[in-house]
Nanobody, 126 residues
Framework: QVQLVESGGGSVQAGGSLRLSCAAS????????RGWFRQVPGKEREFVAV????????YYADSVKGRFTISRDNAKNTFYLQMNTLKPEDTAVYYC???????????????????WGQGTQVTVSS
């Protein structure tokens, strides 16, 4: 079993930055693909970014490309989402997720992930 705990959410003005962290505990985690999703009330949880097990490959939603960066530190069992140039439309609850090894690393569907964090609120004011 894998447990994920997010931290780093908060409130920021438009144009500002935040860094989210997701710490993993439990069984061996380094070989899992890891992703970030976000959700606003009344809408589906949407894909934000994913990083491969090695950290050598990343993929982003068009809405965050060039502003957000996903990274991982396997030694610390932690991965991150650096969010720059934040916009009010980035306001959401952000979730980290992990997918067991297998298949294409570029997992963008919620159903492809096996473990989820509890979520952390990000609020961007104009």
């Amino acid at each position: 079993q894998v447990q994920l705990v997010e931290s780093g959410g908060g409130s920021v003005q438009a144009g500002g930055s935040l860094r989210l962290s997701c710490a993993a505990s439990g069984r061996t985690f380094s070989s899992y693909a890891r992703g970030w999703f976000r959700q606003v009330p009344g809408k589906e949880r949407e894909f934000v970014a994913v990083i491969s097990w090695s950290g050598g490959s990343t993929y982003y939603a068009d809405s965050v490309k060039g502003r957000f960066t996903i990274s991982r530190d396997n030694a610390k069992n932690t991965f991150y989402l650096q969010m720059n140039t934040l916009k009010p439309e980035d306001t959401a609850v952000y979730y980290c997720a992990a997918a067991r090894p297998g298949g294409n690393w570029r997992k963008v569907e919620r159903e492809e992930y096996d473990y989820w964090g509890q979520g952390t609120q990000v609020t961007v004011s104009s």
